[in-house]
C-alpha cells in the first residue's frame, strides 16, 4: 500500500506541476548545449538535455531537463532549436516541449491507483471474511 501510495503521489504532483506551467508558463525559444548523463538503477546511461534560453525579463537561463531518455534523439541533440516552457518566477521550472514526461507521470499514477485499490480490496475482503 505504501509503495501505490507513493507512486500515486510522485505521479499526481508531477502532473499537476506539468498542467501548472501549461496554464500558466511562458514560451521561449531555446537551444540545446549539452547533455549531463546520469545512471540508472539497472545500470543503464540516461541523457539529459540541457536548454539555454532568453527569459522575458532578459535573463539568461540554462537548466537541465529532469527527462533524460537512453539515446538522444535527433530532436534533442547539441545545437537543436527547441520550445521551452517555463515559469517565469522560477525559471528552474521548466520543460522542453516534446521531453515533458508526460507519459512516465501517467504510468505512476495509473500504477499507484491500481497498486493503492488492490491492496485496499485485499483488506477489505479480509476483513470481511475474518
Given amino acids: ?3 501505490g501510495i507513493g507512486f500515486l503521489t510522485f ?3 508531477d502532473l499537476r506541476r506539468l498542467r501548472s506551467l501549461r ?3 511562458v514560451t521561449a525559444v531555446g537551444r540545446i548545449v549539452r547533455h549531463t548523463a546520469s545512471e540508472g538503477s539497472e545500470g543503464g546511461t540516461f541523457y ?3 536548454a539555454a534560453w532568453t527569459s522575458r525579463d532578459g535573463r539568461a537561463c540554462e537548466h537541465t531537463s529532469r527527462f533524460g531518455r537512453g539515446t538522444v534523439p535527433k530532436a534533442f541533440r547539441v545545437g ?3 520550445t521551452v516552457r517555463y515559469d517565469p518566477e522560477d525559471p528552474r521550472r521548466f520543460f522542453i516541449e516534446g521531453m515533458d ?3 512516465v507521470d501517467l504510468l505512476f499514477t495509473v500504477l499507484g491507483s491500481l497498486l493503492t485499490a488492490g491492496t485496499v480490496t485485499v483488506l477489505l475482503v479480509r476483513l470481511v471474511t475474518l
Fill in 101 to 103: 514526461g508526460k507519459v
Fill in 80 to 82: 537543436a532549436s527547441v
Fill in 48 to 50: 539529459h538535455p540541457v
Fill in 23 to 25: 496554464r500558466e508558463g
Fill in 11 to 13: 505521479g499526481v504532483l
Fill in 1 to 3: 500500500m505504501t509503495l
